[in-house]
């Protein structure tokens, strides 16, 4: 299994993270927009097939790890918290974005972009418009984790430390600040 990758918060509202996952981009891409595949590694919910497509996910960790959550995260054990978003851009296999959050309030943006290094893909995830510093860092926490458990599903190794790896993140950025 491949080390954690850390990204960094850009700006105040931003947070990026390039990832090589190894991986050819159309298998990479596949486990972005597929809620069954999805499921594995973040969240399922509905397949993402189009520009504009409104979606639901529902988050259900125990789904990717056994591991049992710290006290900050205890509400995630056995819960399972839906969220509605919209595809803003659907560009296989380059480029997805979609918004992120509920409602009118708190909603921000994640884009996801794609690129071919021969039997490999660069990820690049960029989050904006995120609404708090607190957020900025609990969503960097949360996608270094989720990226970190895709990368390990990708390389076949056996994962299931899912929340040892958001401990670490969040650590890491909460460090930095």
Known sequence: MSAMQFGQITAPD?????????????????????????????????????????????????????????????????????????????EPPHLLAITWGDGDDHVSEVRFEFAAQGDETLLKLTHTRIDSRENALNFAGGWTAHIQTLADLLEGGPGNRFWADVVKAHAHYEGAR
């Open 14 to 90: 931003a947070f990026t993270l390039e990832r090589r996952l190894k991986a050819p981009i159309a298998r990479v891409w596949a486990y972005f927009v597929d809620g069954e595949k999805r499921a594995r590694w973040f969240t399922g919910g509905d397949t993402l097939s189009a520009n504009g497509q409104d979606f639901s996910f529902l988050f259900a960790h125990f789904n990717i790890t056994n591991e049992k959550p710290p006290a900050r995260w205890a509400e995630m054990e056995s819960g399972e918290f839906p969220m509605k978003g919209r595809v803003l851009a659907f």
